[in-house]
């Protein structure tokens, strides 16, 4: 089974109906991965998705904040949604393919704007929340399994427009890099993305503030696919779909692809 996957923060499922459905009827994945869908479940537009062939959804969602949707083409069987940091938000969720495979779809905490647990509540957040993930994926290694999301943090030096420059801007702090290649070890995630493109500077995300965001290219990869080792070997054909930033009303992430042979 061949099939491709990818994950965006859409930025509200219900405002941008029309490009999800542009991105479906366009590109076609298999498996699409939404965060931020900022929708109860049963709110999410899905006639117009299911008219598309993705007549399958599992989701976890509450009104007006975070939200996450795995919509398929094939059956999907609803296997967990974790509470990590017990912050009460839906921010992770998990859905078997018909193939053995678990997806998971992630969105962890953005970690607001200064890097300090003591001076920002939401940064410690951001920090517990990976570490619950670290905690979870080491009990309970995963197997045949691939992560998705937005995780909010930019970990190498060329997934960001200037290093030196946001070694202390929330996304991109030595702190949060740390954090975030403990909880890939203790999965033993791969990174499929830069599996693919190991070199150069790669975004995915590009803020609503600069008047010219294609211009002046200010990016962070932000967005990440992982594999876990028994089948990273089967992924390839990695991209970010840059276009989609720049459609009409769009959300400030792009969205990533990757394909697996399975």
């Given at each position: 089974m061949t099939f491709t996957l990818a994950?965006?923060?859409?930025?509200?499922?219900?405002l941008r109906e029309g490009l999800v459905?542009?991105?479906?009827?366009?590109?076609?994945?298999d498996v699409l991965c939404l965060q931020e869908c900022k929708s109860p479940v049963e709110k999410i537009p899905l006639e117009q998705f299911a008219a598309l062939g993705y007549r399958h959804i599992v989701a976890r969602g509450q009104k007006g904040y975070n939200g996450v949707a795995i919509l398929s083409k094939t059956p999907l069987e609803d296997v967990d949604g974790r509470d990590f940091a017990g912050l009460n938000h839906a921010r992770h969720v998990a859905a078997r393919l018909e193939n053995g495979v678990v997806i998971h779809n992630c969105y962890v905490p953005a970690g607001g704007d200064i890097p300090d647990r003591e001076a920002n509540v939401k940064f410690g957040q951001k920090l517990d929340y990976l570490s619950e993930m670290r905690d979870h994926f080491r009990a309970q290694r995963p197997h045949k399994a691939i992560l998705v999301g937005d995780l909010n943090i930019a970990?190498?030096?060329?997934?960001?427009?200037?290093?030196k420059a946001l070694l202390k801007i929330v996304s991109h702090t030595p702190v949060e890099v740390?954090?975030?290649a403990e909880t890939q070890e203790a999965g033993r995630w791969v990174d499929i993305t830069r599996q693919d493109i190991p070199s150069g500077n790669l975004y995915s995300w590009w803020s609503y503030r600069s008047p010219d965001w294609d211009a002046a290219d200010k990016g962070r990869r932000l967005d990440h696919i992982w594999a876990t080792p028994?089948?990273?070997?089967?992924?390839?054909?990695s991209r970010v779909l840059r276009a989609a930033r720049g459609w009409e009303q769009p959300s400030d992430h792009a969205p990533v692809f990757a394909t697996f042979d399975l």
């Open positions: 994950t965006w923060n859409i930025n509200s499922v219900r459905a542009k991105l479906l009827g366009e590109e076609a994945p970990p190498r030096e060329d997934d960001v427009w200037n290093h740390a954090a975030l028994d089948i990273s070997g089967a992924a390839h054909s």
